[in-house]
């Protein structure tokens, strides 16, 4: 595709529901990366995969976070029994190379969550 | 661990006037350092990178300029536009994946 892709774009979800944030990379991107960005703040990493694997969780705030790419392209993030802490924007991002290929990462818009 | 600190928050300038917008880090093995974008409501884009082996590169009206002896790196933004209205981040990263991002500066531009 043009770009990275994610949906939806805004979630508003009621507290201890779950769910899922969708992440479409650019076609042909090994590397695959999560962030969360709260307002006015960077983005700071969630986790990493190359192709299917996921190499780099270190980021996932609580076990309540869980990120899936099993085919190596599209990648799931599902935040399970939701807080208002989880309120942020989700943003997800793709790089052609792998550790030690390109590193330049191309963004999606974002999945804003609010969790009331 | 790095840590990556960024000045100004917040830079208002005039219309036609430079923006400078700094960045420092703390890894010597730190080696890639790009600058990205942020418009409301949108994902980061990136705008200008430069890596260790370079003191400086130019896209037009953009330059970021690199001293790895001080550990710091700068975005140079000339003649501004409105359009160049948007929250400009810094990152770092090194031989792995990693990027470790800056806080943001929020620049307005004056008409």
């Known amino acids: 595709g043009a770009g990275v892709s994610q949906s939806p774009r805004y979630k508003v979800a009621k507290r201890g529901q779950d769910v899922a944030l969708r992440c479409d990379p650019i076609?042909?991107?090994?590397?695959l990366f999560w962030y969360q960005q709260a307002l006015g703040q960077g983005p700071e990493f969630l986790t990493y995969f190359q192709n299917e694997a996921q190499l780099d969780k270190s980021g996932l705030p609580s076990d309540r976070f869980f990120a899936e790419r099993p085919e190596g392209s599209v990648s799931t993030l599902k935040i399970q029994r939701t807080q208002q802490e989880d309120s942020a924007v989700y943003l997800c991002?793709?790089?052609?190379?792998?550790?030690?290929?390109?590193?330049?990462?191309?963004f999606g818009p974002g999945t804003r969550l609010l969790v009331l | 661990g790095e840590n990556v600190e960024q000045h100004p928050s917040t830079l208002s300038v005039q219309e036609g006037d430079s923006a400078v917008i700094k960045c420092t880090y703390s890894?010597?093995?730190?080696?890639?350092f790009p600058w990205y974008k942020q418009e409301l409501g949108k994902g980061p884009q990136l705008i200008i990178d430069i890596r260790s082996n370079v003191g400086e590169k130019k896209d037009q009206r953009i330059a970021v300029t690199l001293n790895k002896t001080a550990k710091h790196f700068s975005l140079h933004i000339t003649e501004t536009q409105p359009e160049d209205s948007a929250v400009y981040f810094c990152?770092?990263?090194?031989?792995?994946?990693?990027?470790?991002w800056g806080a943001g500066t929020k620049l307005i531009i004056k008409p």
């Open positions: 076609s042909g991107h090994v590397s």
């Open positions: 990152a770092v990263g090194d031989s792995n994946y990693q990027l470790i």
């Open positions: 991002a793709s790089s052609l190379g792998g550790l030690a290929g390109e590193q330049t990462q191309y």
């Open positions: 890894d010597s093995a730190s080696n890639y």
